[in-house]
């Protein structure tokens, strides 16, 4: 065990959700309107729970949100922002 954090579940949404929406053409909303199944809530939950986890730790792994995201941030902040905004926007779509 290295004793780093597991945001398995995190990793996962953003590789299966965010990798290739450049590629296609999505925006991040898009992405998150396509990904939104009654079924898969209790996954989005500890997608959120894991990303909040992520922004709190004292080393936020900005640099493989980025990789499993496939996007490029100039900086850590950037990096938080933008997670931020998609488990804030993730959160709202899964509450309405």
């Given at each position: 065990m290295s004793g780093s954090p597991d945001y398995e579940s995190l990793y996962s949404f953003l590789s299966?959700?965010?990798?290739e929406a450049d590629w296609e053409g999505l925006?991040?909303?898009a992405v998150l309107r396509n990904c939104l199944a009654p079924q898969l809530q209790p996954w989005h939950r500890t997608v959120i729970a894991e990303g909040r986890a992520?922004?709190?730790?004292?080393?936020?792994?900005?640099?493989?949100?980025?990789?499993?995201?496939?996007?490029?941030?100039?900086?850590?902040?950037?990096?938080?922002?933008?997670?931020?905004?998609?488990?804030?926007?993730?959160?709202?779509?899964?509450?309405?």
């Amino acid at each position: 065990m290295s004793g780093s954090p597991d945001y398995e579940s995190l990793y996962s949404f953003l590789s299966a959700e965010f990798a290739e929406a450049d590629w296609e053409g999505l925006t991040d909303e898009a992405v998150l309107r396509n990904c939104l199944a009654p079924q898969l809530q209790p996954w989005h939950r500890t997608v959120i729970a894991e990303g909040r986890a992520a922004l709190a730790a004292q080393l936020f792994p900005w640099e493989a949100i980025a990789d499993y995201a496939n996007r490029h941030f100039e900086t850590e902040a950037a990096a938080r922002a933008w997670l931020t905004q998609i488990l804030d926007q993730l959160e709202q779509h899964i509450s309405e």
